[in-house]
């Protein structure tokens, strides 16, 4: 069936640097989601693609999608604390149910 | 506007029991998701209901199932407990089904733990 992995599983980054999350799907998406899920909390929207090459800006976060609409990515520039959380791709399979990615934990030392 | 509420927040059972879980989406949303969120697992997809129906369903067994109220209100149930069945479940609401270019709202979750 359709799976959504994304890499790394786990980034400790020092406060001020750069981060990257991948999201890889097996099958093309129409669209993709991205949340962030703080400790303890649970996961918020932050941003939907849906065009080929899309790229988006959230002040320091930088979300892509792949030409082949199939991986996406989400950069975070000169990390803050306030940023630790896993940070979840989802995408819809089939036209059906919205498939989460195994997500990003990341942590950020200040 | 209020968020997503799930009732209760924290669950204790037993092995064998079962328990109902309750979920009541944003005013006006139709479509309410259920997922189950463990350590090793991540976010797995229980199911949706859309205006009553359920759209689609995980890969769970036949002991988890829901329901969807008139008023879009969704419960879930889990009969025979098994200690695996600890976990956070999440609902989710959206105005359309999961899938169709709209964004998710989630409830903060119940805790359960089976022992």
């Known amino acids: 069936g359709q799976q959504v992995m994304q890499i790394p599983q786990y980034q400790h980054v020092q406060e001020g640097e750069d981060f990257t999350t991948y999201c890889n799907s097996s099958t093309t998406l129409s669209n993709i989601q991205w949340y962030k899920q703080r400790p303890g909390g649970h996961p918020v929207f932050l941003i939907q693609l849906v065009k080929s090459g899309e790229v988006k800006k959230q002040k320091r976060l930088t979300f892509q999608f792949g030409e082949a609409k199939k991986n996406s990515s989400l950069h975070i520039t000169a990390t803050q604390t306030t940023d630790v959380g896993t940070y979840f791709c989802?995408?819809?399979?089939?036209?059906?149910?919205?498939?989460f990615g195994t997500g990003t934990r990341l942590q950020v030392f200040p | 506007k209020a968020g997503v509420t799930q009732t209760p927040r924290y669950l204790i059972k037993t092995r064998g029991q079962q328990v109902t879980l309750s979920c009541s989406p944003i005013?006006?949303?139709?479509?309410v998701s259920w997922y189950q969120q463990t350590p090793g697992q991540g976010l797995q997809f229980l199911f949706e209901?859309?205006?009553?129906?359920?759209?689609n369903k995980g890969n769970f067994p036949g002991r988890f199932s829901g329901r969807q109220f008139s008023n879009s209100r969704s419960e879930m149930n889990v009969s025979t407990l098994e200690l695996g069945d600890s976990a956070l479940y999440l609902c989710?609401?959206?105005?359309?089904?999961?899938?169709?270019?709209?964004?998710?709202?989630f409830g903060p979750g119940t805790r359960l733990t089976v022992l």
């Open positions: 989802a995408g819809p399979r089939n036209t059906d149910k919205l498939i």
């Open positions: 209901y859309f205006s009553e129906t359920q759209r």
């Open positions: 005013s006006g949303h139709r479509s």
């Open positions: 989710a609401s959206s105005y359309l089904p999961g899938d169709r270019y709209n964004e998710q709202f």
